[in-house]
């Protein structure tokens, strides 16, 4: 069974920090450009960030770049998500989601995982 598990949300303070991974069981996550997506209470859910299947490509919504990095460990069969200032407007559920591309398109995504919330709040 192709499962992809999300980890590491929680409550942070604005200005704070998380780091948020993505583990693959049942697949090699080497094939597949992981996407990072997240839904606000009440909001449509949207694209975060996304990596390529080696990690040479990376790209980023206006919202978070220059706060948020993805990267990814194919050894561990994981990606991460290091969140960096965070502000209250971040709150949401956060889904990994897998595409078996090279490079990202955030539309072919064939495996998702349960979501992580993360909350941002003083």
């Known amino acids: 069974q192709l499962q992809l598990v999300e980890s590491g949300g929680g409550l942070v303070q604005p200005g704070g920090s998380l780091r948020l991974s993505c583990a693959a069981s049942?697949?090699?996550?080497?094939?597949?450009?992981i996407g990072w997506f997240r839904q606000a209470p009440g909001k449509e859910r949207e694209g975060v960030s996304c990596?390529?299947?080696?990690?040479?490509?990376?790209n980023y919504a206006d919202s978070v770049k220059g706060r948020f990095t993805i990267s990814r460990d194919n050894a561990k069969n994981t990606v991460y998500l290091q969140m960096n200032s965070l502000k209250p407007e971040d709150t949401a559920v956060y889904y990994c989601a897998a595409e078996l591309r090279q490079y990202c398109t955030m539309r072919y995504l064939e495996v998702w995982g349960q979501g992580t919330l993360v909350t941002v709040s003083s």
């Open positions: 049942g697949f090699t996550l080497d094939y597949y450009a």
């Open positions: 990596i390529s299947s080696s990690g040479g490509r990376t």
